[in-house]
């Protein structure tokens, strides 16, 4: 079974990646900001990360961050960025703190899949 957790303070952005998620087999839990999100991997290890990038209190970068620095979430967890800044420049400085890819707002099930795919899970 694949386990992803979904990190959002945005509830209609979440709802939406757990149903796309959820339809394509895997189990979900969600998380509505990076200190829920870090509580969560403290105790749960998980396949996938979506992490938005923009939120109060903690940045989805800072949330990165300490995934990989405290090894939270399991050894071949893969965090992806979900950010609608999509810039070739923040792209590259996304994955150099630390996410596998990036997936650009708004959502849809075509990038989502193609997501996915690029990081070796099946459909």
């Excluded at 394509?24 to 509505?32: I, N």
């Excluded at 829920?36 to 903690?58: E, G, K, Q």
């Excluded at 590259?92 to 690029?118: C, H, I, N, Q, Y």
């Amino acid at each position: 079974m694949r386990r992803a957790l979904v990190v959002d303070d945005n509830d209609v952005n979440r709802i939406l990646a757990t149903r796309l998620l959820g339809k394509g087999g895997w189990t979900v839990a969600e998380a509505d900001c990076g200190e829920a999100a870090l509580t969560y991997l403290a105790a749960n290890a998980v396949d996938l990360i979506l992490l938005d990038v923009s939120m109060p209190t903690m940045s989805g970068q800072e949330v990165c961050r300490r995934i990989r620095l405290e090894k939270l979430g399991g050894d071949a967890v893969k965090v992806v960025a979900y950010t609608a800044h999509a810039m070739p420049e923040e792209v590259a400085s996304l994955r150099e703190g630390g996410f596998d890819t990036v997936l650009s707002k708004p959502m849809s099930r075509d990038r989502l899949a193609a997501t996915l795919l690029e990081l070796g899970f099946s459909t």
